[in-house]
C-alpha cells in the first residue's frame, strides 16, 4: 500500500532545500540533525511495530508516520527567526499543515482511511500527553510514535547532545530547578514551563523524564537493554556536592521505576 522507498525519497527531496539554504550557517547543523532523526525515527517505528505484532500495513503506516512526525521542524527554522521554541511555534501542528497543502501528504500515501490517523499521529506526538478523543487506531499509532521519538531522543542524549567541552560545562556547574526536581521525584515525565535550558541540569532531567512516559514493554525494553540512564548521565561530572547527590538519587528512582515497570508488564 505505501512505497517506503518511494517516500524516504520525496522526504528527502522535501529536505534538500533547506539544507541548501543554511548550507554555511549554524541552522544547517539542526536541518541535519532533524533529517536524520526522522529517518531513525522511521526505523524505530518500523522496529516497534513489528514487535507489537501488528499487520503488514499497519507496520507500513507506523513507519511512515515515524518518517513524517517532524516534518514541520524544517519550516519551523524559517519563523521566529528560527528560535525553536514549542511556546511560539508548535512543530506538529505546523506539520500537518505542511502535509494538507496542496494535498502533500498525498506524494506518500493516498488512503481516505489513514491519511486523518496519519494526522493525529503526528499531531499528539509532541504533546505533554495524547487527547482523550482519539479512537483505537489514533491512540496506537500515537503511542507508537511517541514511544518511537523518545527512543531516539534518549539515542541522541547519549551520543549526540552536548558536544562541545563548553555545553558539558555549563551543565556540570548548573543546580537543579525545584519544580523539575519535584515532578521527577514522583515519576512523572517533567512538565516544561518555558524557561528551562537544554544546557542545564534542568534539561538532562527533563530528556530522561521522557522514560516515565513510555508506553508499551517494547519500548522500555529497549531503554533498558541500550542502558540509556546510565549513557547519558555517565556523560556528566556534577561539580556541586549537593547537585551530584540530588542527581544519584533521582537516577535511583528513575532506574528502580523502569524496573518495577518491566517486571510488572511481563508478569503472565
Known amino acids: 500500500m505505501v512505497d517506503l522507498n518511494k517516500c524516504k525519497e520525496e522526504f528527502l527531496k522535501y529536505v534538500a532545500p533547506y539544507e541548501e539554504e543554511y548550507e554555511y550557517e549554524k541552522e544547517f547543523e539542526g ?46 527554522y524559517t519563523l521566529d527567526n528560527r528560535f525553536l521554541n514549542e511556546m511560539l511555534v508548535d512543530h506538529a501542528k505546523l506539520g500537518v499543515e505542511v502535509l494538507e497543502k496542496d494535498d502533500y501528504i498525498k506524494k506518500y500515501i493516498d488512503d481516505k482511511h489513514y491519511i486523518p490517523i496519519i494526522f493525529k499521529a503526528i499531531e499528539n506526538h509532541n504533546k505533554y500527553k495524547i487527547e482523550e478523543s482519539l479512537n483505537e487506531e489514533e491512540l496506537l499509532f500515537s503511542k507508537i510514535i511517541r514511544d518511537a521519538d523518545k527512543l531516539d531522543i534518549l539515542y541522541e542524549g547519549a551520543e549526540i547532545y552536548w558536544k562541545s567541552e563548553e555545553e558539558v560545562e555549563r551543565v556540570e556547574n548548573s543546580k537543579i530547578n525545584v519544580k523539575v526536581e519535584q515532578q521527577f521525584k514522583v515519576e512523572r515525565q517533567v512538565k516544561k514551563y518555558g524557561c528551562e535550558r537544554n544546557d542545564t541540569v534542568d534539561g538532562v532531567l527533563i530528556l530522561l523524564s521522557y522514560i516515565y512516559d513510555i508506553n508499551f514493554k517494547e519500548s522500555l525494553s529497549i531503554v533498558y537493554k541500550e542502558n540509556y540512564v546510565k549513557r547519558i548521565l555517565d556523560r556528566f561530572d556534577f561539580k556541586d556536592e549537593k547537585t551530584k547527590k540530588q542527581m544519584e538519587n533521582l537516577e535511583e528512582i528513575l532506574q528502580r521505576n523502569i524496573i518495577l515497570r518491566l517486571r510488572k508488564r511481563y508478569k503472565g
Do not use: N, P, Y
Open 31 to 76: 536541518i541535519e540533525r532533524k533529517k536524520f532523526h526522522s529517518l531513525r525515527v522511521m526505523e524505530e517505528c518500523k522496529k516497534l511495530s513489528e514487535k507489537l505484532g501488528l499487520s503488514d500495513e499497519q507496520k507500513e503506516i507506523a513507519t511512515l508516520i515515524g518518517l513524517l512526525h517532524d516534518i514541520g521542524r524544517f519550516k519551523q
